[in-house]
């Protein structure tokens, strides 16, 4: 029996409130298993505590998978949440309906457009918002962005979606929607309005003026491990819930989600599920880059070439274990002091996370957009290490290790696919390359900062560790460097 109503689930599991008394005010666009377990989740919980109109409309912008799992189950999944301590489930409503906007966006823009949606959030990874990140723009040459620049009343991309649903509120005389951004980029909120306006200026500047003015477009940190729901995810969600429910998902436990404090027309009772708001994000977003994600990176390139499939056979390994310890250590003296927090309990609370059992994150799924990840979660704190006195060893090793993956090379293990949305270029700057030959590319490339590409010693460092890795065996590469690390 298709899971379809709130009264087919044991009541304990239920979420506290009746779904149809509460109106939408939220549009998601990318509706994928993050959100599910994250924004969704914790939406659940503050309509829960405090109600409101706050449900959200899911838009999934490519592929109808995720409206076709969800829209048949008026918009009712399962949340199975797993953790050291065990595994709890709860069934979440707060998601009311599900669309996908590719082929038509008109009902995905009238319900943007709606003076009742006072959100719009966004979880649509990277490389699908087209920017420039040099520029604090948008990338014209973006496909979905220079398709939208030529029908800009028909978008399919992220930005002309924003920019065409603004348009038309504004045209309304409503006021605009909060663009909440919770995708994982640095100062996201202020990129996102960056592109969003240079985007709007090429078609109607008067438009742009009115968006940089008037929309707010707040920081966010995210933090919670999500792996792809399986076959058996699904299977535990029957077992939990006696329904069957193709829109379930697992997650860890542990959530976070840190928000500027600049949501103009409202939220939800966020507070109530956790959520921090401040009014700086940037300090938080620095430290889970650098030790949470950067630490991930590190262990996803090194692991899955040492025949790690999950991040918790990575814990397994003893030297491998240990690396990661030290990228933790050395991430975390990069940080400034934050008020509230210890770096070195996060750090541990990290490694209890990674070591989890009941969590499958697969590390080539974490090894995919590397380029996109690279100077966010590693290159940037090279310059505070520098300026720190701290060594640099450990960014070093994390660096070869991506450089191995970008490589191709297959004496240590099975051909494999380089994820990643400049493959191509990556492919060609290492083919046929030794280390020197690849660091030597990498170093024009324009992804590693000026100050970073101007570091000789670290490049030499970079260049020894990756000619073991493009001649040993991983695993071999990985216990030696432990053993200089102790």
Not at 224 to 247: F, K, M, V, W
Request: glycine share 8%.
């Amino acid at each position: 029996m298709r899971l379809t109503s709130l009264d087919q689930v044991p009541a304990a599991l239920r979420p506290g409130y009746a779904p149809a008394d509460h109106g939408v005010g939220i549009v998601h666009l990318g509706l994928g298993a993050f959100h599910k377990a994250h924004q969704a989740a914790l939406t659940d919980l503050a309509l829960a505590a405090s109600g409101g109109d706050w449900r959200i409309l899911g838009v999934s912008l490519r592929s109808p998978k995720a409206s076709e799992e969800l829209h048949p189950q008026t918009g009712l999944y399962t949340l199975i949440e797993k953790g050291t301590e065990g595994t709890q489930a709860r069934a979440i409503a707060s998601i009311a309906d599900a669309v996908c906007s590719a082929g038509d966006p008109e009902p995905v823009l009238a319900a943007m457009a709606a003076g009742t949606t006072r959100i719009v959030s966004l979880t649509v990874t990277e490389k699908a918002y087209g920017l420039d990140r040099a520029a604090q723009g948008c990338d014209p040459q973006h496909p979905a962005v220079a398709a939208d620049l030529a029908t800009p009343d028909a978008p399919q991309g992220v930005l002309g979606l924003l920019t065409e649903a603004l348009r038309r509120r504004r045209a309304a005389g409503l006021p605009p929607f909060t663009v909440l951004c919770c995708d994982n980029l640095p100062d996201n909120g202020v990129l996102l309005r960056g592109a969003v306006v240079d985007f709007a200026r090429r078609l109607d500047p008067a438009l742009a003026d009115w968006i940089a003015a008037e929309v707010a477009f707040p920081s966010t940190m995210v933090d919670r491990s999500t792996p792809a729901a399986t076959e058996a995810t699904r299977a535990e969600a029957a077992a939990l819930t006696g329904c069957e429910d193709l829109a379930a998902v697992e997650t860890e436990r542990v959530c976070q989600w840190v928000v500027e404090d600049h949501v103009p027309l409202g939220r939800p009772d966020w507070e109530a599920a956790g959520v921090i708001f401040t009014d700086d994000v940037s300090a938080f977003e620095a430290m889970k880059l650098r030790m949470l994600n950067g630490s991930h990176s590190m262990l996803a390139y090194a692991g899955f070439h040492a025949g790690a499939t999950y991040v918790r056979d990575v814990m397994a390994d003893a030297p491998l274990a240990a690396l990661v310890r030290r990228h933790l250590t050395t991430a975390a003296a990069t940080l400034p002091p934050i008020a509230g927090i210890d770096t070195t309990a996060y750090a541990e609370a990290l490694l209890r996370r990674f070591e989890n059992p009941a969590i499958a994150h697969e590390t080539f799924q974490i090894a995919m957009d590397g380029s996109e990840k690279m100077p966010q979660r590693i290159f940037s704190a090279i310059p505070d290490a520098r300026q720190g006195g701290v060594s640099v060893r450990a960014f070093a090793f994390a660096t070869a290790a991506w450089l191995r993956h970008v490589s191709g090379c297959t004496h240590d293990c099975a051909p494999y696919e380089l994820r990643d949305p400049i493959a191509a270029r990556l492919q060609a700057l290492a083919a046929g390359q030794d280390a020197s030959g690849i660091v030597a590319g990498l170093r024009e490339t324009g992804l590693p900062p000026e100050p970073v590409v101007r570091d000789a010693a670290l490049w030499d460092e970079v260049t020894e560790i990756l000619a073991r890795m493009l001649s040993q065996p991983m695993a071999d590469v990985i216990a030696a460097e432990a053993a200089r690390a102790s």
